[in-house]
């Protein structure tokens, strides 16, 4: 079984402009006939509260859309965001390196794929 995935790259810095057509990017994403939408923290080096309310904002679109959200490339201060705020519970954190081909079905309902999440 074969899984629509579509990315959403996180801005590197956070302000009106680049929140705005984050947006807009998740709007297009969660309207695609992906299954699975996948942010991608490659290119940010620090994430404010709004930077966490906008992606708190892309999970509740996801899950309206009822499409499953994986964060990847996620670095420590992020990291140490999301287990301050209790967000890590929320978000599935994965290893960057998987292909798209290794998302599987699983019955769990916190992480529907099996992915290696890292802690």
Do not use: H, W
Not at 31 to 52: H, K, R, W
Request: aromatic share 8%; net charge negative.
């Amino acid at each position: 079984m074969e899984f629509l995935i579509e990315t959403i790259k996180f801005p590197e810095l956070i302000d009106d402009r680049s929140i705005a057509f984050f947006q807009a990017q998740t709007d297009l994403a969660t309207c695609s006939p992906a299954d699975v939408l996948l942010v991608d923290f490659s290119e940010v080096q620090f994430m404010s509260s709004t930077g966490l309310m906008a992606l708190v904002m892309v999970f509740k679109r996801a899950r309206e859309s009822r499409k499953k959200l994986f964060l990847c490339s996620v670095n420590e201060q992020v990291k140490m965001l999301l287990e301050l705020t209790g967000m890590e519970k929320v978000f599935a954190i994965i290893d960057p390196s998987l292909s798209d081909s290794s998302i599987l079905p699983n019955s769990s309902p916190a992480a529907d794929y099996r992915l290696p999440i890292l802690s």
